[in-house]
Structures are given as C-alpha cells and as structure tokens.
C-alpha cells in the first residue's frame, strides 16, 4: 500500500534552518509529483511546494519563496524540504502529498488533486 513517512521537524530558533524528508513506498514514486502542505494551529491547509515528477520544475507558496528549497531523490523514493531563515510564522504541521499526475497541482482547489498523504511532521519555530 501507498505509505507517506514525514521525518526531521523539530525546534528551530528564527533564523535557523531545518531538513523535511518524506519517504515514499507502494507506488512508482517517479512518475507523480509531490508537494508540501502546512497547517498551522488554528489555521488551514497551505500548500508550500511542489515538484514535477522528474524533479525539472519546482514552485513555492510566496511565503517561503527564497527561503524553501524542495528536491527529490527517484532513486531514493525520497522527496525533501530544506527550510532556511525561519520564522515563527513558519510553525506547523507539515505533510507531503502525492499528486494523482506528474505535475503538482498548485492552483485553487489543489488539496482534491492529492490522493495520499503522510502523517506530518512538527515544526516549531521559536526563540
């Protein structure tokens, strides 16, 4: 079966930087893409990032355009998120996402386009 394993949230100061990893199995992880989503306490789902499925385009929300970098390792099964210059706005819940294609779904509604998702991982960003 499709599984999604979050891994490397935890407490970084502002400023700091921390690594997300999500670690795919149950499918053929090159031929969909994969995003991050967040959700802050109190707050909804935002999408963060996405990458095709052979890693050629990437996009970001413009909350953590130049500060997020999202990549992906097909020979690992393994998508990442290197977060830099955090900020205590960045605190959240973070999940990936499989899309149902090879290109992220990004636009209004994009939450339907992902059929599976991890368990998330916390990130706590604070002094």
């Known amino acids: 079966q499709v599984q999604l394993v979050e891994s490397g949230g935890g407490l970084a100061q502002p400023g700091g930087s921390l690594r997300l990893s999500c670690a795919a199995s149950g499918f053929t992880f090159s031929d969909y893409g994969m995003s991050w989503a967040r959700q802050a306490p109190g707050k909804g789902l935002e999408w963060v990032s996405g990458i095709w499925s052979d890693g050629s385009e990437t996009y970001y929300a413009d909350s953590v355009k130049g500060r997020f970098t999202i990549s992906r390792d097909n020979a690992k099964n393994t998508v990442y998120l290197q977060m830099n210059s955090l900020k205590p706005e960045d605190t959240a819940l973070y999940f990936c996402?499989?899309?149902?294609?090879?290109?992220?779904?990004?636009?209004?509604?994009?939450?339907?386009?992902?059929?599976?998702w991890g368990q998330g991982t916390q990130v706590t960003v604070s002094s």
């Open positions: 996402a499989k899309d149902r294609g090879r290109v992220p779904t990004i636009v209004p509604g994009w939450e339907v386009a992902y059929d599976y």
